[in-house]
């Protein structure tokens, strides 16, 4: 155990005092928390910046990641109750869906130690309501999202800027946008940096091998992640990699099923499988209209990469205006609103707002008529009546 505190305090002595949004949104108060969300989002920054800034000083804590080989010899309850005999409060643990039986060891512990308190991360493609044991009266499961174009603007610039409720931007964007130029100076040239590398945090670690890190994490997900949590052999996760490549190269993609598992080589709900666990994956969006049934085997009518960032690293020369515009929006509302593709325009969110997303020529023509509706364009830095400036969609969390 000794090593795992030398670990910890690795970690706390290197941490970034940029705060992500989620760590005031968490009710910390809670015994059991899970913290999902994809590779490389930030989940293990998160839980130390709670470590570092955010718990008392009496409290006794400590981080392990579940795929150290100190887990080879021992188990996680037994770990848990030494730590809990040297009066440990505070239990942090990564990784946990790389553990075997984690979801029952999780529900002993929760139950066998009633003053301690434990925060879990995992991979997005977990269920947590899928495991062994029922945590889904314990735990409270949070979804961290990539960076926003707020928390880019904190990163690059120091400026920590208040998030914005969509209702309001909706109402006063314009005013909004005229608060916060003092602050961004040229939105769209920071915008753009943003679409090509500004999705995870460890872009800061070097800009110039990002893309390259981008797809090595990916790889890690599909060969290491889908293994993990769903016993996915490797031949099987090639086949998955191959459909995330045929998205890509034609995004927003519209699935043929029938030809598209021809040309892969994969059953139909093989394929429909694989592209939820791609979303589950935060690599993909998928998308219905409204009053679509979505069961499990429901073939979404259109696909997103998950960030534009993806774009850039997948579909290469398909890094076209257009997909990014609307991967951006899509990707902002997700986790946050309900989103919908619309009968008419682009998006309909919560079943209430719809949006028409594009460029300069864009006009209202193709959602007149439509009630609490909205043109969303990504050249313009303050926008008017039902014109709302894309950029200003990255300030929702």
Known sequence: MEELFVIQEFFLNNLSNKKRYLLKHIDWKDRLIGIKGARGSGKTTLMFQYMKFELPESAEYLYASLDELYFLENTLVAFTKEFVLRGGTHLFLDEVHKYPNWSRELKLIYDQFPNLKIVFTSSSILEIYKGESDLSRRAVIYDLKELSFREYILFEKGHDLPKIELKDLLINHKKIAIDLKPY???????????????????????????????????????????????????????????????????????????????????????????????????????????????????????????NPNLVYALGKENAKTGTLRETFFANQMKHLHEIHLAEKGDFIIDKTYTFEIGGKGKTSKQIQNIKNSFVVRDDMEVGSLNVIPLYLFGFLY
């Open 184 to 306: 961004l100076e040229k939105p769209i040239r920071y915008f753009e940096d943003y679409l090509k590398q500004g999705a995870y945090p460890y872009y800061l670690e070097n800009p110039k091998s990002y893309i390259n890190k981008l797809n090595q994490t990916i790889n890690l997900i599909l060969e290491v992640d889908l293994n993990a949590v769903e016993n996915i052999p490797y031949a099987e996760s090639l086949k998955i990699k191959k459909l995330l490549i045929a998205i890509a190269q034609v995004v927003p993609f519209t699935p043929n099923i029938t030809k598209l598992s021809e040309r892969l080589g994969m059953s139909r709900n093989f394929l429909i499988n694989a592209i939820k666990l791609l979303n589950r994956a935060e690599l993909v969006i998928e998308l219905y209209k409204p009053n679509t049934g979505i069961g499990a085997f429901t073939k979404p009518e259109k696909l997103y990469l998950n």
